[in-house]
């Protein structure tokens, strides 16, 4: 089973719209993180934001949110007003355990987000 | 402030020979994550070290693939009588781990794009 997963493969957003990009996942550990990265057509991974198992507030970064709903298993990532320059690949990732690293990030599929003028 | 450094960011070699690839980490990052990226996916973990010592190896695909981190700062990642399935992007990341429970982000760099033909 997919311990990731990211059921949109491609979005098109009209610009300063807000944007949601879903991602489930699937683990039994009860300590866990997950990752937004943003990858644009350069290749490299830019971290967007965090969020803990045990954060009972749902993190924030700038224009980045992260809609965290544990019962469900899901953490979406939510853009506002989206720019011309958010137009890229987005992975959501998840680290299980409470070492942490052991088998390193594990990364859903990915969305393509293009946000159109 | 310098982020990971990946050298070389392309490579284009025959089936057969071998490879190397460089990282070179941010500077205070205690852990060093290898990834390997194929086109439409997201990054599949390798390997990764904590100084020098390489804590997990298992998830290397074939015994081909070997990692070293000599004194506990840059990193080799090398692919002996490389394959064209091996032809992906290939990811570094750096994180400082400072104990369970601690959010730990790994920062990517900006890869090396391997064709073997």
């Known amino acids: 089973a997919q311990k990731i997963t990211q059921t949109q493969p491609g979005m098109f957003v009209q610009e300063k719209e807000a944007v949601t990009l879903d991602c489930t996942y699937d683990t039994s550990d009860q300590s866990y993180g997950l990752f937004w990265y943003k990858q644009p057509s350069s290749g490299e991974m830019i971290f967007l934001i965090y969020?803990?198992?045990?954060?009972?507030q749902n993190a924030t970064e700038g224009r980045y949110s992260l809609n965290f709903q544990k019962a469900r298993k899901s953490a979406n990532l939510v853009i506002s007003a989206s720019q011309l320059g958010d137009s890229a690949m987005y992975f959501c990732a998840m680290r299980e355990g409470p070492g942490g690293g052991a088998d390193g990030l594990t990364f859903g599929k990915g969305t393509h987000l293009i946000i159109q003028p | 402030d310098t982020g990971v450094s990946q050298d070389p960011r392309h490579k284009i070699t025959k089936r057969g020979q071998n490879v190397t690839f460089r990282c070179d980490p941010i500077s205070e990052h205690n852990r060093l994550y290898w990834y390997r990226q194929t086109l439409g996916q997201g990054p599949e973990f390798l390997t990764y070290?904590?100084?020098?010592?390489?804590?997990?190896k298992s998830r290397l695909l074939s015994d081909r693939f070997s990692a070293e981190r000599p004194k506990g700062s840059f990193s080799t990642l090398e692919i002996q009588r490389t394959e064209q399935g091996d032809s992906a992007m290939y990811l570094c990341a750096s994180s400082l781990f400072s104990g369970t429970g601690t959010q730990e982000t790994q920062y990517f760099g900006p890869g090396t794009r391997l064709l073997v033909l």
């Open positions: 070290f904590q100084n020098e010592a390489q804590l997990e």
């Open positions: 969020q803990g198992s045990y954060d009972e």
